[in-house]
């Protein structure tokens, strides 16, 4: 066992140093398109954050003298969605303007935001007492609800538009816009799968928990088993954006050849 938690706190750090460093490439980057840059760099900041609350709770034994970083505003989970959904939209349809009427898709995420903050600026005390009061049975199962649910119906609302978009491509466009176009809907297709599988041990719990009482993530093979996919979901954002920055990036020969496999076992 503590080689399967030193090899997924490896593969967490290895995917809050890549999506870090190229969220922050993201965010500066002008071309070819601003805001897509924008927030698919926020996307990665906000993956790297959660992870890094990941890994403090994870490293709770490691580090049992600071406590009072594990309820830091790390955990930004309800941002994921709005921030692919942004990223999709203005890659497909750049000429897109934001508007005030867009504020109400960040609302669920300054909600988790302010809380977090609430609860980092109360001493260790009373962080421990909202937590048992209040996180446990009520915030906590609506937070992660909300998250699952969320990014599910964005992940579904940009597929939509990735097909709409492919659809119009198809017709007039050049073969580059084309290409883009399916990157996008690759992207989208993986991170369903890898969101599913990280749902399965999310709503495992959930029912182990409220219906039998067992707390499974405090089986150390069970709660390192969903970081990790968590840790791949990061890794596999940042693919997305290394093939962003150099189209020549890609995993190899035999990766599409099982991708081909893959996608036409998956297509919707």
Not at 91 to 103: E, G
Not at 132 to 157: D, H, K, N
């Amino acid at each position: 066992m503590p080689f399967i938690k030193y090899t997924v706190l490896l593969v967490l750090i290895a995917s809050i140093v890549q999506a870090g460093s190229l969220g922050i490439v993201f965010i500066i980057r002008k071309k070819p398109n601003r805001l897509a840059n924008l927030f698919f760099g926020l996307l990665l900041l906000a993956f790297t954050s959660s992870s890094i609350a990941i890994l403090l709770l994870r490293s709770h034994s490691l580090m049992p003298d600071f406590q009072h970083l594990y309820h830091l505003p790390l955990w930004l989970t309800l941002f994921f969605g709005p921030f692919l959904f942004y990223h999709v939209k203005f890659s497909l349809f750049p000429n897109y303007k934001l508007r005030a009427t867009d504020a109400k898709h960040f609302i669920l995420g300054l909600i988790q935001v302010s809380f977090l903050i609430y609860m980092s600026m109360q001493p260790l005390v009373r962080q421990n007492e909202i937590y048992q009061s209040i996180v446990m049975p009520y915030y906590g199962p609506m937070e992660y609800t909300a998250f699952l649910l969320t990014l599910f119906i964005y992940l579904s609302i940009s597929y939509r538009y990735i097909r709409y978009k492919l659809a119009i491509l198809r017709k007039r466009q050049p073969e580059k816009d084309i290409e883009e176009a399916t990157m996008l809907r690759w992207m989208v297709k993986v991170f369903v799968v890898l969101m599913s599988i990280y749902s399965f041990f999310a709503i495992t719990d959930f029912i182990a928990f409220n219906f039998y009482t067992i707390n499974l993530y405090e089986l150390d093979s069970f709660a390192y088993a969903g970081d990790f996919v968590f840790a791949v979901m990061s890794l596999w954002l940042g693919y997305h954006g290394l093939k962003q920055l150099s189209p020549r990036f890609h995993l190899g020969t035999h990766a599409k050849k099982y991708w081909k496999q893959f996608n036409s076992l998956v297509r919707l």
